[in-house]
């Protein structure tokens, strides 16, 4: 997600798991999702059966599970035993027959309908939500609830199947790696298959009468076809950049990669597990930094996922900082020169947000992307390129397809800086724990 800049100004919590109240529940976690939906786009009508994997992390008597108020719960099962359960306005509790033991697995299916809202927060709009002609989903930080019940934390990744039945006039663009579409009548099914763990918040889905032209030996762009010559064009050399960034950032970690281009426009661009959506009016003279940026995310996110989300940064700085290496990589400027400029604007800026708890309508600010990374360039300026780079590629490894957080960074950086005069905890410090902007 590109930075945007709440009016708020409250400074952070101090708690990753209060950033978004009344989401997600330690008590279980879930290892696989398989998402069964009928949808209807001039209706904005979802008929849905919802089937989840999980397992008890203590006793339960009952499961809470985050679902959004306009969808209705029509039947929950235990193993294909009816069960009875309680409804909220964000929630459903599943009440189960007998004490559930730690360990346990269970076997949830719930079938629900009702047509899907987007949630309006201090992060702006997120979840489902109906285009001109077609629907988008944004998860990030707390929309997956909006279109289907889940343990809606980032720390909780599970595979998932996600198979969308809607009028055959429409591409269905989903997570993961298409399986089929198999056309019956006037509707179509299409099924994909995302193998790789993904937090609930990445999980998507686009419909829209989009074409689909390949532009990559793994990436994808979907379009309308009036804007697909545009979009190529905007997406010239996409290979290059995808080649270099596994040079600095190892192995991209997943099968495919989708760029869809909606036919309206969006405010900002978003990033989903395998997927970047952009709007019709992100394909201009800024597109190259958005899309690195936003494929930058796939390591720095989707992959390696924070496991709180006080520590955004680890997102957010480190695709910020893909932008700033893309445009040394491309002849544009330097990576010095994008710090010198991203260091004036935030000199500008009031100094009042603390980088590794940047509290929870700031967690999206264009001072955590920017600060953040002006904090990793400040670690590789302190030490050998092949170091750094080093450190990059070992922690999309070590923490692949995983959670990981501030202090897991801060312990894998050590480690790689062992043999130099740099110790990035102190190095680091002043960028992530106080407010003030470190001298140069």
């Known amino acids: 997600m590109r930075a945007v800049i709440p009016a708020s100004s409250t400074p952070g919590s101090g708690t990753g798991q209060n950033y978004v109240p009344g989401h997600g529940h330690p008590q279980y976690s879930v290892s696989r999702y398989e998402l069964e939906l009928d949808y209807d786009v001039d209706s904005n009508r ?27 719960v029509i039947r929950a099962e235990l193993s294909g035993a009816a069960v009875p359960f309680v409804r909220s306005s964000h929630h459903m509790r599943i009440l189960l027959p007998g004490a559930v033991s730690r360990g346990a697995v269970m076997s949830l299916r719930i079938t629900y ?91 998507t889905v686009q419909i829209g009468r989009y ?55 969006l405010e900002i661009p978003l990033e989903a597990q395998t997927l970047t959506v952009l709007g019709r009016n992100h394909l201009g003279n800024k597109s190259r930094s958005l899309l690195a940026h936003e494929l930058a995310h796939q390591w720095f996110g989707n992959s ?72 990793l360039h400040a670690l590789r300026r302190a030490g050998p390129d092949q170091v750094f780079f080093g450190l990059l590629r070992s922690w999309t490894d070590t923490f692949r397809h995983g959670n990981a957080t501030t202090a897991d960074f801060l312990a894998l950086a050590g480690r790689a800086y062992a043999n130099t005069r740099t110790v990035p905890a102190a190095l680091l410090a002043p960028w992530l724990a106080d407010t003030a902007l470190p001298r140069p």
């Open 304 to 375: 390696v996922t924070a496991g709180d989300w006080q520590d955004i940064w680890l997102h957010e700085g480190f695709a910020t900082y893909a932008e700033w290496l893309w445009a040394e990589e491309s002849g544009q400027h330097t990576a010095d020169e994008e710090a010198r400029k991203a260091r004036r604007r935030l000199a500008g800026c009031p100094q009042d947000l603390r980088l590794a708890d940047p509290g929870p309508e700031r967690m999206f600010d264009d001072v955590v992307y920017v600060r953040g990374a002006l904090a």
């Open 46 to 72: 979802l008929e849905a059966i919802a089937t989840l994997l999980a397992v008890a992390a203590e006793p339960l008597a009952d499961v809470v599970l985050d679902l959004g108020p306009h969808l209705t």
């Open 211 to 265: 074409e689909q032209a390949a532009i990559g030996r793994r990436e994808v762009l979907v379009a309308p076809n009036s804007l697909l010559p545009k979009a190529r064009k905007a997406l010239a050399g996409h290979e290059r950049m995808m080649a270099a960034f596994e040079r600095w950032f190892g192995p991209y970690p997943f099968a495919g990669y989708t760029v869809v281009v909606t036919a309206d426009k």
């Open 113 to 203: 309908a009702g047509q899907p809202q987007p949630l309006d927060g201090p992060w702006g709009t997120i979840g489902w939500e109906e285009l001109g002609d077609g629907v988008l989903v944004a998860g990030q930080p707390a929309g997956a609830p909006t279109w289907f019940p889940c343990n809606d934390r980032p720390a909780d990744k599970a595979s998932y199947r996600i198979t969308v039945t809607a009028d055959a006039g429409y591409r269905v663009v989903a997570n993961g790696v298409c399986l089929s579409r198999v056309r019956n009548g006037a509707r179509s099914t299409w099924t994909f298959e995302q193998a790789e763990p993904m937090a609930s918040y990445l999980a």
